[in-house]
């Protein structure tokens, strides 16, 4: 990509703020998640009755999703990222207590919530929140 230093644009703005070294390493490691994805899901998949690539397209369709909300995330300003994650570990604070009353029972363990067309695991929002609030509070 090449964007002049005086471009103020939305995305050369973002181009110019970002780690490169960071979103370098983010997309190896979004790579890596589809070949694993690719390796590991076909035989998991069709002991299951799917087709073999039923988890690899579910993993490629929610790509374009989550790299447009990290697009979307790295634009906003730190004080914002605090209120947004603030807010974010409440919610799963609350999901996750949910899980306890409203969870779906697999495998003798209550850890998921579903909704119509989409289960959720409220302790995979917790991490991140947490991660954010903690940092935040520690440099206080």
Do not use: C
């Not at 890596?32 to 579910?58: C, K, Q, T, W």
């Amino acid at each position: 990509m090449k964007f002049a230093r005086i471009d103020q644009s939305l995305v050369a703005r973002w181009w110019w703020t970002v780690d490169r070294w960071s979103l370098a390493a983010l997309g190896m490691l979004i790579g890596f998640g589809v070949v694993m994805s690719l390796v590991a899901s076909p035989p998991v998949a069709e002991r299951i009755g799917y087709d073999g690539l039923h988890f690899v397209r579910r993993h490629l369709a929610m790509l374009p999703l989550a790299i447009g909300l990290m697009f979307a995330v790295s634009l906003q300003p730190p004080r914002s990222i605090r209120r947004i994650a603030v807010i974010g570990f409440g919610i799963s604070l609350v999901l996750l207590a949910l899980t306890f009353v409203i969870g779906a029972e697999i495998k003798g363990a209550r850890r998921w919530i579903n909704f119509p067309g989409l289960s959720l695991q409220p302790s995979e929002f917790v991490k991140p929140t947490f991660a954010v609030v903690a940092a935040w509070l520690f440099s206080e």
